[in-house]
């Protein structure tokens, strides 16, 4: 494990102390089911699993929200907070080293959601504009919010909408799953007894089946995904080859993935969408209007943002706002990040708190700096 901070750190912790966040310190080893449930495919495949001398599943913390969220559930402390951090990750990655820095922000407990997520992008700019004088940035926003509420308004069944949204974070995933919505899939040969509990939607038994099996063979619930996860899987896969949609809702979904205009723009593209499609997107519509304005406040041009309907990033917890931040001389992104409102109550707060958060990924600056940071 390496101890070298960069240089630049100390920067970066004034310019959290000058925006109220706190800093906190989450140990590195944490509990591995929260990440497993919460944090999405692409990053549960990455994850540096290990056990307790009690057999608990522990991991290398890959990142930075979820645990800074159970400490602060832990803490019992009061809300609206904003904490702050510095300090290594550690995922499994084909580009390089597996251990890296993370720096953000995680602002729990604001019930004005818009400037919360409006503060959120002014505060991962800032640090970017600090760390990166003089390199234009380019911000892309998503809104997962918008569009499982084009989903619901479109009239799909629940089962569809939930597989979309999982695939949202993903181009793959989602065109993967938009090819099998316009032609569904043929049903797959199946063992009889999971062909006839599937057939059954019988998830409960379903799960302990596949738990069986999975002991018999060797495998670890935590290896991947659960008995409890492959048994839903496999009965939404068996009800949404049932359904097809109609081609004018379909033609309507791609119009609506096709949006990408700068965001001083988009609510109109999206009234205008609604419009056309003659769907209603409700308090989604409004709310993403409001933040609109709240990024204006914050001083941040919305003509040099841009709002791409398509685009969601690979986590699961999210639910509204989604974001990165990128630079016309990196391939990948500098900071990324977005809303969870559901995602302290999944990780056992007594009580419905809202959260925003970013993360800037510190070596991908310290690259762009000449090995300077």
């Known amino acids: 494990m390496t101890s070298r901070y960069p240089a630049i750190a100390p920067d970066i912790l004034a310019l959290f102390a000058a925006r ?32 307790s001398e009690t057999g608990a599943a522990l991991c290398l913390r890959p990142e930075f929200t979820i645990p800074v969220c159970l400490d602060h559930i832990a803490s019992q402390a009061g809300t609206p907070r904003r904490y702050s951090y510095l300090g290594e990750v550690f995922r499994q990655r084909r580009e ?8 953000g922000i995680e602002d729990l407990g604001d019930k004005d959601t818009a400037a919360a997520d409006a503060r959120s992008i002014a505060d991962a700019h800032a640090l970017l504009s600090l760390a990166l004088p ?27 909408r939930m597989r979309l949204a999982r695939a949202f974070g993903s181009a793959e995933q989602l065109a993967t799953a938009l090819a099998d919505l316009a032609n569904p899939p043929k049903n797959g040969a199946l063992p009889e007894a ?50 097809r949609l ?56 919305a003509a040099t943002i841009r709002y791409d309907a398509a685009f969601g990033r690979p986590l699961d917890y999210y639910t509204g706002l989604v974001f990165e931040i990128s630079s016309g001389e990196a391939d990948r992104p500098l900071a990324g990040g977005g809303r969870y409102d559901r995602l302290l109550t999944l990780l056992g707060a007594k009580s419905p708190i809202p959260g925003v958060g970013f993360s800037v990924w510190l070596d991908r600056i310290e690259a762009l700096r000449g090995g300077k940071a």
Not at 96 to 103: C, D, I, K, P, S
């Open 20 to 51: 109220n966040a706190a800093t906190v310190d989450v140990p590195v080893l944490q509990p591995a089911d929260p990440f497993l449930d919460m944090a999405g495919e692409d990053l549960r495949r990455r994850i540096f699993l290990t056990e």
């Open 194 to 243: 999971v062909g006839a509990l599937v057939a059954d939607g019988d998830q409960e038994r379903l799960a302990e089946h596949i738990a069986a099996e999975m002991a018999d063979a060797g495998l670890s619930p935590t290896a991947g995904r659960t008995p409890q996860e492959i048994a839903r899987r496999l009965v939404e896969k068996a009800e949404l080859r049932s359904v």
């Open 246 to 301: 109609s081609s004018e809702a379909f033609s309507a979904l791609e119009a609506f993935l096709a949006i990408d205009v700068p965001l001083n723009e988009a609510a109109a593209a999206l009234e205008q969408f609604a419009k056309s499609a003659g769907v209603s997107l409700g308090s989604a519509l409004a709310n993403f209007s409001a933040r609109v304005q709240a990024v204006a406040a914050e001083g941040m041009s």
């Open 134 to 160: 003089g390199v234009p940035l380019t911000v892309t926003l998503g809104d997962q919010s918008v569009f499982e509420a084009v989903l619901a308004a479109l009239g799909l069944p629940r089962g569809w």
């Open 96 to 103: 390089g080293g597996n251990e890296f820095f993370q720096a």
